[in-house]
């Protein structure tokens, strides 16, 4: 971990209100794990005193992805950003998404912007063995608010789209979606013995809630990477505190990525 500043390659609206920032940080792109995060200064004025939470989208040689939405004054600050600016970010920070010897498939769960770890982590599974076969799921409320669809496809993906008002793909959630393709699944074939195969989500709480309800069902493990507002990112002032079977834990030092079966939901 460590503070740096570094140099906007590119700042690109991708979709309405999304954007994704290609920054100059050879030390993060090193390291980075998928799953974690970086901390980012919005404004060098008062505007904005906390620094934000974002997902490392994509790492590479010496230089990060960072795929953000606009929801409040910081981001929106962020996104008049452009190329050659200066941001000035901490990182990597908490702990990532385990890949367990064996596995032979894998299950991605993205809601909303939860497609933003789960990219890296899509590449990282097909570098490490390119023979595991991914599905990602990804949902939305609209077909307009579907994002890197195309991308997890280049990067040897299948991919199966949910929208809530059934624009494209299967209407509904895309927990609704994962029971469906279980379900199919099950009628195809065996399914694999639980170390073989795992479920990884990201996404609106309720949503990972339904999805870890969903594995434990069915007998497959099941990763979650929990979002929440994280103050200081290093678990300094306990403000992303969630409960586990363990007690309670801080999301930025302890995750933000959990084994589902940890998580008490509330």
């Not at 991708?14 to 974690?36: L, R, S």
């Not at 060098?44 to 929801?71: A, C, M, Q, T, W």
């Not at 195969?197 to 434990?216: D, F, H, N, T, W």
């Amino acid at each position: 971990m460590q503070i740096t500043e570094c140099r906007i390659l590119e700042n690109k609206r991708i979709g309405p209100d999304y954007f994704k920032f290609k920054i100059v940080a050879p030390f993060i792109a090193e390291i980075a794990k998928p799953g974690q995060f970086v901390h980012l200064r919005c404004s060098d004025s008062s505007e904005v005193l906390l620094r934000r939470p974002f997902s490392i989208h994509r790492g590479y040689r010496n230089y990060v992805e960072i795929l953000y939405k606009v929801v409040g004054k910081g981001t929106y600050l962020l996104s008049k950003k452009r190329k050659g600016d200066v941001l000035d970010m901490l990182g990597p920070l908490g702990n990532g998404f385990e890949i367990p010897s064996g596995l032979r498939a894998a299950i991605l769960v993205a809601g909303g912007m939860g497609v933003a770890p789960l990219l890296m982590l899509a590449h990282k599974i097909k570098a490490e063995n390119h023979k595991i076969k991914v599905v990602v799921l990804i949902g939305a409320k609209t077909k307009k608010e579907l994002l890197c669809t195309q991308e997890f496809k280049e990067a040897g993906c299948a991919v199966e789209i949910s929208t809530d008002d059934g624009s494209k793909g299967f209407r509904g959630s895309v927990s609704g979606l994962l029971v469906q393709f279980l379900r199919k699944g099950e009628e195809a074939r065996s399914p694999l013995p639980s170390p073989e195969q795992m479920i990884y989500a990201c996404g609106p709480e309720e949503m990972l809630k339904k999805v870890s309800e969903i594995a434990r069902r069915y007998n497959i493990p099941a990763q979650v990477s929990l979002e929440e507002d994280m103050p200081c990112g290093i678990g300094a002032c306990f403000g992303c505190t969630v409960r586990t079977i363990h007690g309670y834990k801080l999301v930025c030092k302890d995750g933000p990525v959990f084994d589902a079966n940890e998580i008490i939901w509330e």
